[in-house]
């Protein structure tokens, strides 16, 4: 027996696939929309947590190599009570040309003359087989333990290290109508961060008065 359906309800039923088709696709896009905002979020959070890292990690760097320029200081102007003290070295004599190093007597260490534009990366290259040049911090004012270090953790994974160099020019003393001359030292120091690949590398100029009758 068959069954005919009004016209008017075969219509109706063709309208609500219709809509429950557009429903569907409407609910997938929205499911896009979120999944796309969630991935973005998450990729903006990870940027800004490595770049907070790495800024972490460069600040460390730099406050070290800020110490060695402050331990540099110690070493060339006093007061230097350390047993392996060489404040009177500096102004004393000039150094010979290159850096001294391990070959040479310990106290005259990253003590250097004239060097050439690449030299600095040769003296602080670990990987280089001749002898060390340059100083580490506290060698010659016994503060190894006011700067701890670690292979891990917050704290920098090196000592940092500095060189000395005598410069070509010395200051004059205004105050002094005698014109008291003052040496002029270039220290070149580096810090390393929390990653030993982090570095930061500062100079500075020290004038140190010369002795005079």
């Not at 760097?61 to 003290?85: H, K, R, V, W, Y």
């Not at 810090?191 to 590398?201: E, H, M, N, R, W």
Request: hydrophobic share 40%; charged share 20%; with cysteine.
């Amino acid at each position: 027996m068959r069954h005919s359906f009004p016209k008017q309800f075969l219509v109706q039923s063709s309208h609500r696939v219709e809509q429950g088709g557009m429903a569907l696709i409407l609910v997938l896009i929205m499911i896009s929309i979120v999944f796309v905002i969630a991935a973005v979020s998450s990729r903006t959070v990870t940027l800004g947590e490595r770049a907070a890292r790495n800024d972490r990690d460069r600040q460390t760097a730099f406050q070290a190599a800020q110490a060695a320029l402050s331990d540099a200081e110690m070493d060339i102007m006093g007061p230097n009570t350390a047993s392996t003290q060489r404040v009177s070295m500096f102004g004393s004599f000039g150094p010979d040309a290159g850096c001294s190093s391990d070959a040479t007597p310990a106290g005259t260490r990253g003590y250097c003359g004239n060097l050439s534009a690449t030299a600095y990366k040769e003296i602080f290259d670990d990987a280089r087989t001749s002898p060390r040049q340059y100083a580490i911090f506290g060698e010659f004012t016994d503060r190894e333990d006011e700067f701890p270090v670690s292979s891990g953790g917050a704290l920098p994974s090196k000592l940092p290290r500095y060189i000395v160099q005598k410069a070509s020019l010395s200051f004059r003393n205004r105050a002094e109508t005698a014109g008291k001359p003052f040496d002029a030292f270039i220290v070149t120091a580096i810090g390393f961060g929390l990653q030993p690949s982090t570095q930061v590398v500062l100079q500075a100029v020290i004038s140190k008065p010369t002795p005079t009758n």
